[in-house]
């Protein structure tokens, strides 16, 4: 049989629509369940700090152009016991931060009072950390030759006694490859 021409345009629409509206169909079976919202971790009173992690910045940025890096950001997470609490927390105290050269020779130093440790509190999904950026423009230059260096923090709690970070970064600094 054939289709008469003024037809024909007709019957090619309705078989191009057909494919696309079973297409367009949804099932009706079983969908999956709601994701669960999170959930307030409780956190124990009078926790100590007894680890600190920190995780920086390999290659810092050159903010001010100059070709010289000179910023950095940085995360740091106080862990008590992981016998007493398996998260990191937050802690009152102070921090200082050292850029070592190869002679553990300190190149730089940062100190952070408790109100800026309490400022720089953040909740990253690790868990509660403190995020600073630090910046060799504070301290009055970044011209340095081309170093490598490794980041110490040392967190002094206002009770009990300082604690040093267990691993050291590598940070480089000096000029940049654009230069």
């Not at 021409?5 to 629409?13: E, F, H, K, Y």
């Not at 230059?141 to 490794?150: E, I, K, L």
Request: hydrophobic letters at 35%; a negative charge.
């Amino acid at each position: 049989m054939t289709l008469p021409p003024a037809v024909r345009p007709l019957v090619t629409i309705a078989l191009l629509l057909v494919p696309a509206a079973i297409l367009g169909c949804v099932a009706d079976g079983p969908q999956p369940p709601p994701r669960p919202e999170p959930r307030e971790v409780s956190i124990p009173e009078g926790l100590k700090v007894h680890t600190v992690v920190l995780a920086a910045d390999q290659y810092p940025a050159d903010v001010d152009n100059n070709g010289f890096v000179d910023t950095f950001s940085v995360n740091v997470f106080l862990f008590p016991r992981p016998d007493e609490f398996p998260l990191p927390i937050h802690a009152e105290g102070t921090m200082t931060f050292e850029l070592l050269d190869r002679d553990e020779q300190p190149v730089i130093e940062w100190n952070f009072s408790e109100a800026d440790v309490r400022r720089a509190r953040t909740r990253p999904l690790p868990g509660p950390s403190h995020q600073f950026q630090l910046s060799l423009l504070d301290k009055g230059t970044d011209r340095f030759r081309p170093t490598r260096t490794q980041l110490r923090v040392t967190f002094n709690p206002t009770e009990g006694n300082p604690v040093v970070a267990n691993g050291r970064p590598s940070v480089n600094i000096g000029p940049t490859d654009r230069r």
